[in-house]
């Protein structure tokens, strides 16, 4: 049985982690399957949303605790920070280069790497059975895979220190109260209603979603100058997209736009 699922229907990708039995915990097989799905989805022409999700009753529960101990004994302190370069970090890093819209449908349990894993997409949607929990610091480590980064930005820093000191379980209602998630829907309606999104971004234009989500991201770090400088430029060139012309061709007649993506 593959570790991990690719499937692509109507211009979305949906990436699944595939190892129900382990609570889909991640191996070096599956990390490196997950880093080439990413790749493929973003080369493709006819991808134009990403979905994550797991089987069974799981998102991920991170990396395989109970090797830990083993890989202590074996790795030196260097090896394992090119383990984690090399393996673990090799998703974060992808992901930051994606500028197509990822959604992530938080089917279960998310705890550790696999919490830092959920927290790397633009958009979640979580199942109402769907608990979140930072627990490196139950085995006497710190996050390990972009925790650290992603959640202040998330949640704000007070609340997410809090998340990183303790490692408490946050359910699913109080994940949408704080922001962490977007939406909270039965665990029935996850995955058509994460499809549904999908879908609706799929059908819009994708040069200016891509353009939007790199402006979004980009305009963190930038001063407002620079953002509405940079905005200026990416302006004038989806102005001259056929897209563009067909996004105002379908309003004046009166019917919905097909997009090309040019």
Request: with cysteine.
């Amino acid at each position: 049985m593959s570790e991990l699922l690719f499937d692509v229907s109507e211009r979305i990708a949906t990436i699944t982690l595939n190892s129900p039995e382990k609570l889909n915990a991640f191996t070096t097989d599956m990390l490196l399957a997950w880093g080439d799905a990413l790749l493929e989805a973003q080369r493709r022409d006819d991808v134009r949303v990403i979905v994550l999700t797991g089987a069974g009753r799981a998102f991920c529960s991170g990396g395989d605790v109970g090797s830990i101990g083993e890989r202590r004994e074996a790795e030196n302190a260097y090896m394992r920070k090119v383990s984690l370069s090399e393996r673990v970090h090799r998703i974060p890093l992808i992901m930051e280069t994606l500028d197509k819209p990822v959604i992530v449908a938080v089917n279960g349990v998310a705890t550790g790497a696999g919490m830092d894993m959920a927290l790397m997409g633009d958009i979640r949607i979580a199942s109402s059975t769907a608990r979140f929990a930072e627990t490196y610091i139950r085995i006497g480590i710190m996050a390990g895979d972009g925790g650290a980064w992603y959640l202040p930005r998330l949640v704000g820093m007070p609340r997410a220190l809090e998340l990183l000191w303790t490692g408490r379980f946050v359910e699913a209602e109080e994940a949408e109260r704080i922001g962490l998630v977007n939406h909270v829907v039965p665990e029935a309606e996850l995955m058509p209603r994460t499809m549904e999104m999908a879908g609706k971004i799929a059908n819009g234009p994708p040069l200016a979603i891509r353009m939007m989500k790199r402006a979004a991201y980009q305009g963190v770090d930038l001063s407002l100058r620079a953002h509405l400088d940079q905005v200026s430029s990416h302006m004038g060139a989806i102005f001259s997209t056929e897209d563009h012309k067909e996004a105002l061709a379908a309003f004046r007649e009166k019917r919905a736009p097909v997009f090309v993506g040019r």
